[in-house]
């Protein structure tokens, strides 16, 4: 028996037949309380009738009652408002106050072999062949729930970088944008140049679309080296007088990373897309903050490295030519990661909940991402028809499917019961 289990019985009082204490106390769960994810009780402010008399306070739960003291709990102040200790094998006086409940008998034992079958399989999730027949209605609340949960966690990451540059929100988004804008392989090394490169030094130079590319160019590192195109070589003699005008230093070139990338997503085209992004909006937050429409967002985005990338992926290496585009996929990667999860966690740290709605909305107006999650999902029979899904179903396969925390889903609990 494990003791998650019964946490999960406690929680949705899943017991069969009528409680009573080892004393023969007669007791009825009027409300399971507050499951307690942290340190302390397991249950808080439960209500609990025993024997007619209502109690309210704290339970804990354990496989054996012997537990109580292997956990060092008597000797826990945290512990001395128990109101009922919920045991499946009382294999021990252990002289509390409390009345203790045995629910040895009370166990559905076939719910408790579906438990141990979801979780112990070898399956993509644990429910891969049960999923499916779960109620649609019971899937679309999840997925809402499941956005919304994984919206407020990232509101929880900006928040913290936003300490760090004294509430100040462009500063803020202009790191979290750059780190989007490298992708997964190069998100750190990209975040490191937006660190290394305060927008208010870039924002001196906004008119000034070279000096931009100089700007970035030089602090990732790339300009520390021989060049041969006149195009790169006037980016580093800009770039040696404004390293040393801002007193700048540039990250480690060999952070950078190009194996298995397409060469339209090697660095040097991300940074020439970003500094025309950079040029050509200036307050950049501040606009798309104020935007009512998705569609002028996704127009802002739509930008073109310079000329000299039309026929280069690195400095001196000439290819055959044809325009950068930042495509629609990758604006839609950063409309999803983050776009619109700086405008939740600005519309509640402000109080707009307009803002908040306006944020979901958008997301249902994304295309659902394609990945080999999504495509897994889909192949199950889990449909993804916007973002909005394909966002919560990514966040379930790593948050749940993959820990499995079977009890702590609606669908792993309605499998079980």
Known sequence: MEEAFLHFLWKYRLFSGPLKSAAGEHIFIENPGTHNQNAGPDFLTAKVRIDGTLWAGNVEIHVSASDWKKHHHDKDKNYQNIILHVVYNDDED???NAPTLNINQNIDIAMYDRYKNLVNNKNWVPCEMLACHVDHFI???????????KLEKKYQDIDVLLKKYRNSWEETFYVTLARNFGLNVNSAPFELLAKSLPLNVLSRHKNNLLQ?????????????????DAYPKTLKSEYDHLKNK?????????????????PANFPHIRIA??????????????????????????????????????????????????????GQ????????????????AYAKKTGLEKMKDRSLEFLTEIPSEKNHIIKHWNAMGIDSPSAFHS???????????????????????????
Not at 391 to 417: E, F, M, R, T
Request: glycine share 4%; aromatic share 14%; hydrophobic share 45%.
């Open 212 to 228: 931009i590319e100089a700007l970035l160019f030089g602090q990732a590192g790339f300009l520390d080296q021989p060049l041969k």
């Open 329 to 344: 996929t990758a604006i839609h990667l950063i409309l999803i990661n983050t776009v619109i999860p700086f405008l939740f």
């Open 246 to 262: 801002w007193k700048l230093q540039p990250i480690d070139v060999n952070l950078w990373r190009f194996l298995r990338l397409r």
């Open 391 to 417: 966002q919560a179903l990514i966040y379930l396969k790593k948050n749940y499917c993959v820990p499995k925390k079977c009890l702590h889903c609606p669908i792993g609990k309605k499998i079980l019961s």
């Open 94 to 96: 252990i002289g509390l």
């Open 273 to 326: 897309q970003f500094a025309q992004l950079i040029y050509k909006s200036t307050s950049l937050f501040t606009y798309i903050r104020e935007a009512t429409q998705l569609g002028d967002i996704s127009n802002l985005l739509i930008v073109k490295s310079s000329p000299y990338w039309n026929d280069h992926y690195r400095f001196d290496r000439k290819t055959q030519s044809s325009p950068k585009f930042l």
């Open 139 to 149: 899937w679309e609340q999840w997925k809402n729930r499941l956005t919304i949960e």
